[in-house]
């Protein structure tokens, strides 16, 4: 009977393992819509708007069907941004006439949102736009906790004393982060 035992001593450690297996992590609903950016090898559909139609959790890719005709492309999670979230714009140097803005793309090279405001668009560092709570992010860039870096987390709230985010995980842990590793 207790030859079965130390088997069983290996189970409570397997139970952790399909969180790490991405099968319940945290993904962006089917028809969420994206811009490509920053493809190198099918560089062709950058700057394209598409829609999410789900998550290969095999390649961690998500597959997006192109706004303009019928081809859908897997792209990981890096080379597309949310666009149509309205967000918040705080702390510029000079204020906008509107401090309300809709996201329309990322720039890369310049760590910036492309945000359109006042009927013109313009690039926006990532810490002055606050994305509104409840809206799904990608974490990157973490030091400190960077088994998070990649994962998908839902903001909870923005607290400008701190200037931080709350933002959940799949599962229910919540760290505070800086708006600069917040992606959309």
Known sequence: GMGGMPGMGGMPGMSGMPGMGGMNLLTLPSGTQVKIIDLVSAAQ???QTA???????????YIVQLDNGNNSIKVQPQNFVQTGIRVEITGLKQPLSSNQGIVKGFNSSKQRFQILCDDKEILIK???????KST?????????ASQYNGQYARI???????GRYL?????????????????L
């Open 156 to 162: 909870l709230n923005y607290d400008p004393e701190i």
């Open 51 to 61: 829609r999410i139609v789900n998550f290969d959790f095999e390649t961690q890719r």
């Open 126 to 132: 990532q810490s002055n736009v606050i994305i509104p």
């Open 167 to 183: 933002a959940q995980f799949q599962g229910g842990s919540q760290i505070k982060i800086k708006p600069d590793n917040i992606f």
């Open 136 to 144: 799904i992010v990608r974490v990157d860039g973490l030091q400190n």
């Open 45 to 47: 559909y950058n700057e």
